[in-house]
């Protein structure tokens, strides 16, 4: 076992480029299987798997024998046709069906992506298209804020709030503009004022700088995951709606984390009514990449209604019949577990399991939102100032080294994110294992 596992860390330092690769790692966990929320690597040590496959993803829990039957039963039927043009299949067909009937009402229209990078990118184009197609043609412009996560392809980057991203990649794409998070953990940042009443003013401010005429959407995550779980009091998008309304611009709620029951519903924006929806990780649970962009139905019909010009955007993998089948599975094993209740179970878990934490002197806040946590550390009490990077790291390698839990770093914000079948002795070993870490790291 201990051979295997080193023959296969050589040869992932040989060859593999890692997304995100922190340069100054050689080791990594590489993991070979897994079961509900457990995950064990190529040593056979088991882990609690605190990040839903490193990264928000497996709703549903590793291991299913139902999910690797339906992959093998659909890639014998037929593994791959394509969605393009005058083809379809199958599972994208029923698949698109079934969204629809979970979506928010009159947003029946579904566009299959790979994934959440490229769902961005394709919501994106949408957005401005719709507005092209009305006559609009002005609206190009498109609004994102600091701490946003929306992927890291050019547009995606562009209008996530992670400079670094750009790094040595050349210019950003132009006529993206940013606003403040809805951090309320920092009142400082809103000058004493409602936060609410500050954000809204700002974002107010920035439309009428830029000239509405020139806008065409606004980006946000529901709860910012890779912000660090930046959870917004309950006016925010209502009122964030309401002002783009007045303005004309469309807003694109990125339900790729919150999406599939991680806030305990289908949507998290639901009720805030956006224009178009970015899905993906939850809705295959990763058994397969997938994610959907979801659209009013007036949205969807102005992409295809213009006779003389394509809808020309699409993947090769845009309805993968596999991965369709498998998120048709995926969806179903939700609704019968009722898998949308397991998210308020698991906020009562870790707000009960953390509360200990909350007087630590280097423990700024504790945010707990339906299957999200995010515990923002400071190094110094005193000054505020956040737990620096390498300290970050050393606590998430102490809580993986010391009590086999999966953590994850996102700036100075220790995060939670664990599969939804998470078990109440699986969210007490987390909440233990995090109190003993950050109470040594004093
Ligand atoms: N949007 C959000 C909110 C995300 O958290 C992520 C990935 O973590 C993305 C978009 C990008 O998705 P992907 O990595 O599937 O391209």
Redesign the pocket.
Known sequence: QAAYAAALQALDRKHLIHPHQNPTRTERNIFVRGKGSVVWDAADVPFIDGMAGG??VVAVGHGRAELAEVAAAQAEKLEYFSLWREYSNEPAIRLAARLAELAPPGMSKVHFTS??????EAAIKIARRYHFERGDVGRTWLIGRHFG????TFA?GAVSGMDDMHYGAGPVMPEVTKVSPPMVSHPEMFGGEDPTEFLVRELETEILRIGPEKIAAMIG?PVM??GGVIVPPSDYWPRIRALLSRYGILLIA?E??TGFGRTGEWFASAHYDPDII?T??GISSGYAPL?AVLMRDEIGETMVGNPEKFFFHGLTYSGHPVACALALVNLDIIEREHILGQAPKIQGWFTEGLDGIRDLPIVHDVRVHGAMVGIELVADPNTGEPMPFDRMVALIDDLRGKHRVLARDYGPTLVVGPPLVLEREQAAEISTAITDVLSRAI
């Open positions: 990264n928000w994934g959440g990078s490229d769902g961005t996560y929306h992927g890291t995606g995550e995951g890779g990125d790729v984390i970015v993906a990780k994610g």
